[in-house]
């Protein structure tokens, strides 16, 4: 089970794509946890117990967990003194602005990071590259040196951005890489959108082949998890991929829990508190439009918050760009099927573990 856990509700950046953060003055939510440790823990081991899981993956999550290292120094020490009947793994979800500051302790016992990048930072208004992309790339060295744990870079690709680019400019600095489409509810001018899209998987597609036929395996997740789905996991899914509505336990500082980190100040997504216990809601993707589609074995339902908080339009959007990039894996798969007999490796690249660690698709 997955369990993110809101360190704080406060952000040092405000990125113009977030859907994550909240008035929370207004909602009444507080922006650091109010309860008890104690109570956290023993919620954790319910579920734990209850779903006879074996691993309980801890996700630092916010707002922007490094803003608050006391609170998650004291995280790791509970689960770390305390008996527990299962594997804990600690990861940390940032924008990495502040991750250089984190104590070394904390460091030494995460598995994992996710950093997102705001693009929109990184080049100044004379397409200079900016201290924030420096202080990234500082960041990562830095950790890396402590403890050298995989490093997953998150790219949301909005209209101000350039998916190519961006990668093109980050690639070297993460073990995998992995963007996201813009995840608000309506777009101004979807076209314009979807064109660029087009253009820019076709030239990152074309970028990575290159690479696989010469024996270098980038791992973009988009990608690999595609290939997984066609090549090695071709059954027809029931539940979400992205483990919406199984899998994934958002815990708001108020001790509130979530089935999504996207509009929790409303009920659309509440499953429960850490105190009552949670309840997972019929989401499956058989109560959905993508019940009958053709791709459902690749992209999982792509996103369950997105069935319930947006209009057929913008799913339809969403689908329309995720179905350009299927095809343009699946009118290659021969070919990579050959490299895969080239360099055996390959398959066991393409099921990688750490591809689940997030969505399955853009």
Known sequence: MEYYIYVTNDCNLNCSYCSVLFDVIKAGVPIEPKYTL???KKFIDRVQSKLNDSIADI?????EPTINYPYITKIIKLFKEKKNNYQTNFIMHTNGLKFSEAPK???LNLDLALISINYEEIFD?????????????KTI???KKIKNFPMIGRFTISPNTSLFTELYL???LFDYIYWQLDNTEKLTDFDSYKEKYFNEIDLLFDYWLNFL???VFLKLVPFISTLNHILYETGIPKKFYCGYGTSMIYIQTNGKCYACCDNVNTNSHYI???WSGIEFKNNEIKDTICVNCNYLSLCGGRCGRMHKDFSKERIDQFCLLNKYMFDKILSNINKIKNLIKIYPDYEEKIKDKFIAYTEYTS
């Open 59 to 63: 996700y630092f999550f916010g707002g």
């Open 105 to 107: 302790n904390i460091v």
């Open 38 to 40: 104690s109570d956290l």
């Open 272 to 274: 429960g508190d850490i």
């Open 141 to 143: 060295n830095m950790i």
């Open 213 to 215: 036929e010469k024996g």
């Open 170 to 172: 980050m690639l070297n």
């Open 125 to 137: 208004s004379k397409n200079n590259l900016t201290p924030y992309f420096y202080s990234i790339v």
